[in-house]
């Protein structure tokens, strides 16, 4: 469908309309892009009404006919933005007007080729017209039915024997419960799991069963389509109850359905269940109809949405959970099926082919969506248009890739799936864009950090097949070497994979918004700029992992990029002419060998994101483990910054000043510090009042870090690292009550920091690391009660570490290294129920003789399920 695209080119022409003060154009240019405007709407309305309708082939040609006058608009009003003058290079006022002066002479016969372009574009739109009146009517009908677009029969699933119910025992015990033996009042259950998880399957294997379906006067089960009829729906709730009954439909035509439909249930112990509800307002629509009689009545609820269900649940506790039983249950259940007369075990011959099924679950066949796409389709249609291309985005990622969230949010914003409001940075609306998705469970998270958040997520194996699907439907993304993806067509955005041999050269890519090289192995620098030289409107270019040694002075022509990533490269220099990507906003540069930024750096006032460091990543102990990089003083132009790691800052601390401007940073980063610095960092730090993340390191391991002087910090901070000497422990970080993360490192501090920071009251992370010069570390009954990571390393005379009852409860990491007076295990920890990871490296002999079997330590650290150690 043309949607993503039409929806897209709304936003572009925003934009566009706000250049068009800035030339002398001729004066029907602008009527004519307001007039794009107007169609592009229209459209957005007749596919609205259209979308996920199928059976008819003229209306999917006039849908890609949409898209690809949409994608026409698009190049037309991006070549505009081409064309418009840069943000201003030159402070000074005659070197401006001089640069002004020599854009207009090279760009001024583009722009007035504008016009041009936007009647043929007109021609291509009469010629849409003309056609759309031969539509039939059930084609282009605006009528929403309940089902038509989604194109799905909903049908209850069938009843499974007991054991073909795999990996659901502990919830379906639960489901069994709260249904049977519960409270006497209305009790609302809501199961929730991602599409194809079985939902539907559990319920109906549960409540259809003689022994509990027997024990209410009357049932029902409808679907709640994504667009249905309140009217319709209470008379099929009614039809139901009554058949379960074998009576009459209630024929008084003075009540309405609702009335008839409450005045039936009266009385009566009911249950209902209420299919493959996706939204609040749904719910919301629906619940007054049901009577709150003391008799046990109950009504079920699944979707794919954990939002909806908790607010359609009677309370947390009646939220079944179901997510797709592990890979061992399904291995289980198929050779049990498979194979009966071997005893469920499957012939060596064969074991291949049945793990190859047991992962996929299901082949695709032809274009056709496969019984996990029928799932996922309503929910996918009940997507914005915002949601749908961060969905879809998945694809541009090889199967099973975990992506970092940051990443994603980078990306969606330079895509501008994600714009800023008034309230929250663009980057903020992707998070929520994130965090919907999930609550979906249209996507995974594959680690969860510990503030909660996720750090990496994917789409699983069969929810990858359908966006692959949706991706070819839209033309959203042509991956290589995925075998559907046509080389004829005019590419939107390319994603080369490690295992693809060669670049695609005969492609159109004129059209290429977006490109990846995703851990390319060996890539030819030639084959690479004619990419670039092809596709000059690029917005995201993300070259991580790639195999790249220089920086391609064709990326600096590519002056519409919004987003460029170098990181994981072996590139060492960034030249002079980056100052041309005006529009700039993600600069990632970690892991490459670049260690000075070129003074052109500061003309970039769009960016927001600049990342440039090297971390070793074999010995992240070792002080001078990560490497910043230097950076000009003009940086403080740079007004935009949210992020800003790592910068080496010069002997004098010149670079404070210019930081000092900087005043929306969330993220510092600072290495090279001396104690001369002190003053004038305290004054940077103190201005920037929205950081979120500070991180600080000395010169060397024996210079100090001068700190004590902020006075004003901001208590917006989550995470502080600081490395290097320091006298005492800040006064300050005891009133940081959002920090989540601190990191102590060769502090050297003559007394314990653990009595100050047990009582902040969100701290989930504690890094100390040669911190302490003393000899035990105490940690007091009842604090640092949300604390889940501690991390003891380096500390030279430390010899004893006592956990007293009632601390750090909730912990589930612990490692200690590098600490040769240390003997014995920490006293109490056998008291810390939840720890299940205990990491160990380079510890005296005596202290590792303790883990053996014949020792009476072992005791104490059984339980965790995860001990590991190294030396």
């Known amino acids: 469908m043309a949607e993503l695209a039409v929806a897209a080119e709304l936003g572009s022409v925003q934009i566009v309309m706000r250049l068009l003060s800035k030339f002398d154009l001729q004066p029907d240019v602008q009527t004519e892009i307001q007039g794009l405007e107007s169609w592009l709407r229209s459209m957005k309305a007749f596919i609205e009404d259209n979308d996920g309708r199928e059976g008819s082939r003229t209306l999917e040609d006039q849908m890609e006919k949409i898209r690809d006058i949409a994608y026409d608009i698009e190049n037309v009003l991006e070549e505009f933005v081409l064309h418009s003058p840069p943000y201003t290079f030159h402070n000074h006022t005659i070197t401006r007007m001089v640069h002004k002066f020599a854009h207009n002479v090279y760009h001024g016969f583009p722009l007035r080729e504008i016009s041009h372009k936007i009647a043929n574009i007109n021609r291509n739109i009469t010629d849409i017209k003309s056609q ?20 799905i029969q909903h049908q209850v699933s069938p009843l499974l024997l007991d054991d073909e119910m795999a990996g659901y025992e502990e919830p379906k015990k639960t489901f069994i419960r709260q249904l049977v033996d519960g409270e006497k009042g209305l009790v609302r259950l809501a199961v929730v799991g991602p599409g194809g998880s079985g939902k539907k399957i559990f319920v109906k294997n549960v409540l259809w069963k003689r022994g509990i379906r027997g024990q209410f006067d009357c049932h029902a089960w409808v679907h709640v389509s994504q667009h249905f009829n309140v009217g319709e729906l209470f008379i099929n709730m009614l039809k139901q109850f009554c058949d379960s009954r074998e009576e009459p439909y209630p024929t008084d035509d003075s009540l309405s359905t609702l009335a008839k439909l409450q005045n039936y249930l009266a009385g009566k112990r009911y249950v209902i269940v209420l299919d493959d509800i996706c939204r609040k307002e749904h719910w919301d629509d629906i619940k007054n109809a049901f009577p709150n009689a003391f008799l046990g009545c109950r009504i079920v609820v699944t979707t794919t949405s954990l939002t909806v269900a908790c607010e359609c649940a009677s309370s947390s506790n009646h939220v079944c959970r179901l ?35 047991v992962q996929r679950c299901e082949i695709r066949s032809g274009s056709e969506l496969s019984v996990i796409g029928n799932a996922l389709l309503p929910e996918y249609m009940d997507l914005s248009s915002n949601l749908k291309s961060c969905f879809l985005y998945f694809s541009i990622f090889p199967e099973d890739y975990s992506v970092k969230r940051g990443r994603l949010i980078r990306l969606w914003a330079a895509e501008r799936f994600a714009t800023a409001t008034d309230y929250k940075t663009a980057e ?54 995925r075998a559907n993806t046509s080389q004829r067509k005019k590419i939107r955005r390319l994603s080369i994979h490690n295992d693809y041999t060669h670049l695609p050269k005969n492609s159109d890519l004129n059209r290429v918004r977006s490109t990846f090289l995703l851990g390319l192995p060996e890539i030819s620098l030639h084959d690479f700029e004619g990419i670039l030289r092809k596709s ?17 002075e064709d990326i600096t022509n590519l002056t519409l990029l919004r987003y460029l990533s170098l990181r994981d490269t072996k590139i060492a220099k960034i030249p002079s002419s980056i100052k041309k990507l005006s529009y700039l906003e993600t600069l990632d540069l970690r892991q490459t060998d670049i260690t000075e930024l070129p003074k052109e750096i500061s003309y970039l006032h769009n960016l927001h994101h600049l990342f440039a460091y090297k971390k070793n990543v074999i010995n992240s102990v070792v002080f001078d483990s990560v490497q910043g990089v230097k950076i000009p003083g003009g940086i403080s132009s740079l007004t935009n910054l ?75 901070l989550q995470c502080l690292y600081l490395k290097g000497h320091l006298k005492e422990l800040p006064w300050w970080i005891s009133s940081l009550n959002n920090l989540l993360r601190i990191g102590l490192k060769w502090s050297k501090m003559e007394e314990s920091p653990l009595q100050a920071l047990a009582s902040l009251p969100n701290l989930v992370e504690l890094q100390l690391v040669d911190c302490y010069t003393g000899e035990e570390l105490i940690f007091e009954a009842h604090g640092f009660k949300k604390l889940k990571k501690l991390v003891i390393e380096e500390f030279s005379k430390l010899h004893t570490v006592v956990i007293e009852d009632g601390a750090m409860p909730d912990l589930k990491e612990v490692s200690l290294g590098k600490c040769p007076e240390l003997r014995t295990f920490p006293q109490g920890i056998h008291k810390l129920a939840k720890v299940e990871n205990l990491t160990l490296y380079d510890m005296a002999e005596e202290f590792v003789a303790r883990l053996r079997k014949n020792s009476e330590d072992p005791v104490m650290v059984r339980r965790i399920p995860v001990v590991i150690h190294s030396q």
Not at 326 to 350: I, T, V
Not at 437 to 442: A, C, D, F, G, S
Not at 457 to 470: D, H, T
Not at 646 to 675: E, F
């Open 323 to 357: 997510n797709r039983f592990e890979w061992s249950e399904g291995w289980k259940l198929l050779c049990r099926k498979a194979f009966p007369d071997s005893n469920g075990e499957c012939p060596s011959e064969l074991k291949g082919s049945s793990v190859e099924i």
């Open 536 to 552: 000059k409107l690029q917005r995201v270019l993300d070259l991580q992992g790639a195999s790249l040694t220089e920086f391609s």
């Open 132 to 151: 759309r009146v031969a539509f039939p009517d059930n084609s282009c009908s605006s009528r929403p039915l309940s089902n038509s677009r989604t194109g």
């Open 642 to 716: 949210q992020d800003l790691s790592l910068v080496m800052v010069d002997a004098k601390g010149r670079i404070l000043k210019h930081l000092k401007k900087l005043s929306q940073l969330k993220k510092l980063g600072l290495t090279g510090l001396l104690a001369e610095h002190g003053e004038a960092l305290s004054a940077c730090v103190e201005q920037m009042q929205n950081l979120r993340t500070l991180d600080l390191c000395s010169a060397s391991k024996a210079e100090y870090l001068e700190v004590s002087e902020i006075t004003n910090p901001p208590l917006t």
């Open 428 to 481: 903020e609306v992707a998070e929520d864009y994130l965090n919907e998705l999930i609550q979906r469970n249209l996507v995974r998270v594959s680690n969860w950090d510990f503030d909660g958040r996720p750090r990496s997520c994917r789409v699983l194996n069969l929810v990858f097949q359908f966006i692959i699907q949706k991706c070819k439907d839209e033309n959203f993304a042509s991956i290589f070497p």
